[in-house]
């Protein structure tokens, strides 16, 4: 899989198909977009899986938003390998903590990858979720 920047605008498709498909698209963006890193994963030249980091939760911190890999390509490795890539980026950046929301049904790939839920479920439209947090 190829990995390269991308345009905020390029994530959206593949963010609402994932993440939000029964809402419009403008509900997959987010405040702050203009100013993150969104990186797209390829495989032949198709998008097959998006991810945003933005510098925030205090010094040192980045964090994962947005994060959504094309239904036939989960389970693939293509998620893995992009969580890995944009850890790495944001190691070399100097930050210390990787920190992200995380849907409840997904816990078990990111606690595969070393993160820890903290605190409490909370609720985004209806569905559970968990803040996720490893130390880089």
Not at 46 to 59: I, K, R
Not at 64 to 81: M, V
């Amino acid at each position: 899989m190829q990995i390269r920047k991308i345009t905020a605008a390029d994530t959206l498709p593949l963010r609402q198909l994932v993440l939000w498909p029964d809402h419009p698209m403008s509900a997959s963006q987010v405040p702050g977009d203009a100013k993150a890193l969104h990186l797209g994963g390829f495989k032949s030249k198709q998008l097959v899986t998006v991810a945003s980091l933005f510098v925030e939760g205090g010094a040192g911190s980045v964090r994962l938003r947005k994060f959504a890999t094309h239904p036939d390509h989960q389970g693939q490795g293509a998620g893995s390998a992009m969580l890995r890539h944009m850890m790495g980026l944001a190691r070399a950046q100097g930050h210390k903590r990787f920190w992200f929301d995380a849907r409840e049904a997904a816990l078990p790939f990111y606690q595969r990858h070393g993160f820890t839920p903290r605190g409490d479920r909370f609720f985004k439209r209806d569905m559970p979720y968990f803040r996720m947090e490893r130390d880089l």
